[in-house]
């Protein structure tokens, strides 16, 4: 067991070692720029979604739609190596709260709360190249790797309990278009159901001591376009 953690902590140490390397490489190469030209920028992103949380009735029956409540922020620093294309470090942070009613694990024919709460916070390093310009418009191609790091907690009427715990290394290949409103500063939208990317996830659940793993990879994950945490509107700061 502490053989297991010793590799992963191992692991994620030469993960964040080489995107830090990579970084610093970038920058140091690329420091003979123009003193009028702006290289390092900030980018941010926040999503917001609130849903269900009403009653449905049909043929005389009430049921009871299950709500959420879904925060991600997302926040970059970049250095453009050249006009078009751009490297940096990405955190991002989400969280989503849902509620439901349930059948009581006592007594089946009575209905209680229902409740999780998911955190997910995750350290990448991006890279960003644009495809074309069209006046104040851009078209890029945004890329991404990093871990991500979770937890989940459940609430059953006044029992609350950790149930889960999270660890995924992944990438994942999106488009993104930007407007300038000046030369300082655009405003973008980032669409990340128009994607590719793979993963390889481990959940841990700690009431049961499971664990799975499981590895992803798809293109245009069209099944996820109405889950508007998915659709990041932020900005872009030069300096």
């Known amino acids: 067991m502490k053989s297991d953690r010793s590799k992963n902590a191992s692991l994620t140490q030469r993960f964040f070692f080489l995107i830090i390397l990579l970084v610093a490489t970038a920058t140091v190469g690329n420091t003979q720029t123009d003193a009028d030209n702006s290289r390092f920028f900030v980018n941010g992103s926040i999503a917001l979604l609130n849903y269900g949380g009403t009653s449905s009735s049909l043929n005389g029956f009430s049921t009871d739609v299950p709500s959420a409540f879904v925060f991600k922020f997302v926040t970059e620093v970049g250095y453009r190596l050249n006009d078009v294309f751009s490297v940096g470090p990405l955190i991002s942070i989400e969280t989503v709260h849902s509620k439901e009613k ?16 998911d955190l997910t916070w995750m350290f990448d390093v991006f890279g960003r190249y644009e495809l074309m310009r069209r006046g104040k418009f851009s078209l890029h191609i945004h890329t991404q790797m990093g871990i991500d790091r979770g937890s989940t907690k459940e ?6 309990k950790k149930t889960k715990s999270m660890k995924m290394i992944g990438f994942t290949i999106v488009p993104l278009v930007a407007y300038d409103f000046s030369a300082k500063f655009s405003f973008i939208t980032k669409v990340d159901f128009l994607s590719f990317g793979g993963s390889i996830r481990t959940v841990k659940f700690e009431n049961t001591g499971d664990t799975i793993k499981t590895h992803y990879l798809a293109f245009n994950s069209l099944s996820r376009v109405f889950y508007l945490a998915d659709v990041n509107i932020g900005f872009i700061y030069k300096f």
Not at 103 to 116: C, Y
Not at 155 to 160: A, L, P, Y
Request: net charge negative; glycine share 4%.
């Open 102 to 117: 349930k059948p009581d694990p006592v007594d089946p024919a009575q209905l209680i709360e229902f409740a999780s709460k």
């Open 155 to 160: 609430k059953t009427g006044s029992v609350e």
